[in-house]
């Protein structure tokens, strides 16, 4: 099987920017979608920002302009860059990547913005 797994959350103060990794492992070609959801406490999974295989990218409204998906040329890794980060930012977030008819979630990562 498919293992996702993130890196690069953390505490963060407002205005401030990190970086999120998601690599993959196992039985992997290249995926042809990858993205990031989140989720805070007492809210549903959102979708964040998605990428898929010819390069085009989907933002939530909310993370527009701020936070940037990538991925490498293996098609095996994601990244988001994320910037002017807010306080409502603050979620797990998690990598999503779809092969075939796989649909493959890592653990999830805390990001937390706050003064």
């Known amino acids: 099987q498919v293992q996702l797994v993130e890196s690069g959350g953390g505490l963060v103060q407002p205005g401030g920017s990190l970086r999120l990794s998601c690599s993959a492992s196992?039985?992997?070609?290249?995926?042809?979608?990858m993205a990031w959801y989140r989720q805070a406490p007492g809210k549903e999974r959102e979708l964040v920002a998605a990428?898929?295989?010819?390069?085009?990218?989907v933002y939530a409204e909310s993370v527009k302009g701020r936070f940037t998906i990538s991925g490498d040329n293996t098609k095996t890794s994601v990244y988001l860059q994320m910037n002017s980060l807010q306080p409502i930012d603050t979620a797990v977030y998690y990598c999503?990547?779809?092969?075939?008819?796989?649909?493959?979630w890592g653990q999830g990562t805390q990001v937390t913005v706050s003064s």
């Open positions: 999503n990547s779809r092969m075939g008819f796989g649909n493959y």
């Open positions: 196992g039985n992997i070609f290249s995926f042809d979608t």
């Open positions: 990428l898929n295989s010819g390069g085009s990218t």
